[in-house]
């Protein structure tokens, strides 16, 4: 009864390998997001999906590039991995409708780029 | 320029002692504040959240918040911390409806003595 999982929860390639990484939700929510987490905490959001459209495009670099093949599926994708890439990646989702909604995250995936 | 301070990056309390960790922030519109807490390893959790009304709003686990809007602050309180509350906590400010961009504080780590 997972409301937001992520796959996979690890993740080590080398540098300039393509990796993607999946998002899926079962809370019937319209809105889904991509945050990073660097390796001091910090979070800061990448993309945010609103009925498989892009709303959010926080000036992440091109390599990264997230699909949304249906409302409850955020996935994403980086192309030529950089060492800098190392971080947790976090899904979130919300409703939209209504207002006052809070955003629920998944586990997360820590990416290791060697 | 929007931005979320918490500046307390690292809090040690002994187990049964109450814990207030401080968050501010800087924002243009109304706005929606949240506390989420990470367990080592673990994704982000919704600690409690303000709207509107009540300046004094109650989480789960034991803890509360309170909104000072003259202030521009939003403290998290618990009377008495468990060894279980040790963990990373952030604080977040959004626009609450819409597609709800959180911007996250650094975070403050809580560890808890016996």
């Known amino acids: 009864d997972t409301a937001v999982s992520q796959t996979p929860k690890y993740l080590v390639t080398q540098m300039g390998n393509d990796k993607s990484i999946k998002c899926e939700q079962n809370?019937?929510?319209?809105?889904m997001y991509w945050y990073k987490q660097d390796s001091k905490k910090f979070l800061k959001i990448m993309f945010s999906y609103n009925n498989k459209e892009l709303i959010i495009n926080e000036t992440v670099p091109n390599r990264f590039s997230p699909k949304s093949p249906d409302k409850a599926h955020l996935n994403l994708h980086i192309n030529s991995l950089e060492l800098g890439d190392s971080a947790v990646y976090f899904c979130?989702?919300?409703?939209?409708?209504?207002?006052?909604?809070?955003?629920?995250f998944g586990p997360g995936t820590r990416l290791t780029v060697l | 320029a929007q931005s979320v301070t918490q500046p307390d990056i690292h809090i040690t309390v002994s187990e049964g002692a109450s814990l207030e960790l401080r968050c501010n922030y800087s924002y243009g519109a109304t706005p929606y504040l949240f506390w989420y807490v990470q367990s080592p390893g673990q994704g982000l959790q919704l600690l409690l959240k303000y709207f509107s009304g009540d300046t004094l709003v109650q989480g789960i686990k034991g803890f509360e918040a309170e909104f000072k809007r003259s202030q521009s602050s939003f403290n998290l309180r618990k009377p008495s911390v468990h060894w279980s509350d040790a963990a990373e906590y952030f604080c977040a400010v959004g626009p609450g409806g819409g597609y709800n961009k959180l911007i996250f504080g650094a975070g403050t780590r809580l560890a808890v003595h016996p």
């Open positions: 809370l019937g929510h319209d809105t």
């Open positions: 979130a989702s919300s409703r939209t409708s209504g207002g006052r909604n809070e955003q629920f």
